[in-house]
């Protein structure tokens, strides 16, 4: 039996997606295990390039089942489209399911999302006005529906009727904004079910299934440690536990079936949404790690199409995350964007200018809104490595680069991507950069 969990090791948007295609090529099962299209996965392969948001990364393997798992919110619209428009681009979906334990995403969330961040003012969060956290919201409050819901016509429409009661008086005497349609939503969801009800499944016979037969797991998460509800920059988090202990609990296998997390680290820091990011960069400096324009570069938001805030690799976040996910090798993607930099900065430390005291682990929020950076100071290679396909073979500086990586956080790097293809990477056989 092999699980792997793969998770974000900084503030999201790592490459999870391109590293999860990578495993999946080796894989039988792949589960996504929390969060909605509220974020999205790049994926570059022979067949093009796509944005996932809510179909695991490994649907371009044939023979592959990848699940929907029980921790995620499912939005059945922004769900259908994704899957219409891999349909359209050739990528069958077989191997496609959704179980029927994950929490839907209902018209009012997506309202409540958009009120809600209107409403925090110069404090919003910056979500992607996609409901994830009113849907996670109802769930913990007990008056969610289930995807499972959907194939039971008058137990939904009972349910809904109850939910929407509930959220009135928010809609009603907080925001003065109109109250849900019951029978509209009941009707639009009843024509999205009949397209998705041969998908839902219960994932607990299908799970345990596969941990009997020594299949090969790929836990899939979304955003990365920064963003988890208990661990980071709270209030600047998402609404789920992108940890790999999450991972267990989203996907529904024991945790001691874990065997193998992969921490998944940029090559620099990049985040997407408010919040302190203390190793920020501005003007010229950022617009070069982000490469240009959406036209050009890489660098802008799979869902929103944002551009994302630039800043050198910050390796107190990413040991920071190591001590909370035990992670038993690292992934480090985008490598060559730095190849045309002389110089390089890694974060060390967070100095507190109020109190003089630096961490070497993150602080509490309030701490890291005022945090400088300590950094120290590498060469750069410039040449090109988007070639390379062998760990010797990289310039001294770029092993250099990557061994210092392995020796602050205290764990192998063994996955480097040197580009955004498939097979833009190279596979360590030997642990060459163990800590």
Request: with cysteine.
């Amino acid at each position: 039996m092999s699980v792997t969990a793969v998770v974000g090791a900084q503030w999201g948007d790592e490459g999870k997606g391109r590293i999860v295609d990578l495993l999946a090529q080796q894989a039988d099962l792949v589960i996504r295990f929390q969060g909605g299209n509220n974020a999205g996965h790049t994926i570059v392969n022979d067949h093009g390039v796509f944005k996932l948001h809510l179909v695991p990364a490994g649907i371009f393997q044939p023979g592959v089942t990848c699940l929907i798992g029980s921790g995620t919110v499912v939005d059945p619209q922004a769900l259908l489209g994704e899957m219409d428009e891999l349909t359209a681009r050739g990528i069958s979906l077989d191997g496609l399911r959704i179980s029927e334990r994950a929490q839907l995403v209902l018209p009012y969330h997506i309202d409540l999302d958009k009120l809600d961040e209107a409403a925090r003012g110069e404090r919003a969060i910056g979500t992607t006005h996609r409901g994830v956290g009113p849907a996670y919201s109802d769930k913990v409050g007990r008056i969610g529906l289930q995807v499972g819901d959907l194939l039971d016509p008058p137990y939904f429409r009972e349910r809904l009727a109850q939910a929407i009661a509930a959220r009135a008086p928010l809609f009603e005497h907080v925001y003065q904004a109109p109250v849900p349609d019951a029978a509209q939503i009941t009707a639009q969801y009843g024509v999205l079910a009949q397209r998705l009800a041969d998908r839902i499944v219960d994932p607990v016979p299908l799970l345990h299934a596969a941990l009997e037969r020594q299949a090969r797991i790929v836990l899939e998460g979304q955003l990365g440690v920064m963003r988890d509800l208990d661990w980071g920059i709270y209030p600047w988090v998402t609404s789920s536990n992108p940890l790999a202990s999450g991972g267990a609990t989203g996907a529904g296998i024991p945790p001691w079936a874990i065997t193998d997390v992969v921490g998944v680290v940029k090559a620099f820091s990049t985040c997407v949404g408010a919040g302190p990011f203390p190793t920020e960069l501005a003007g010229e400096l950022a617009d070069e790690l982000r490469g240009g324009g959406p036209e050009e570069g890489w660098e802008f938001g799979a869902t929103t199409g944002r551009p994302r805030r630039c800043g050198w690799l910050d390796l107190v976040a990413v040991r920071y995350g190591a001590l909370l996910n035990g992670y038993s090798r690292l992934a480090v993607t985008k490598l060559d964007v730095l190849d045309p930099f002389p110089m390089l900065r890694i974060c060390t430390g967070y100095r507190d200018p109020q109190t003089g005291r630096t961490y070497d682990t993150l602080p509490p929020t309030r701490v890291v809104e005022r945090v400088e950076p300590v950094y120290e100071d590498l060469p750069g290679w410039q040449e090109p490595t988007s070639d390379i396909r062998h760990f010797e073979r990289l310039p001294a500086a770029a092993r250099a680069y990557l061994a210092r990586i392995a020796e602050f956080v205290g764990v192998p790097v063994d996955i480097v991507a040197v580009g955004p293809v498939r097979d833009q990477v190279i596979v360590a056989t030997d642990r060459r950069f163990a800590a």
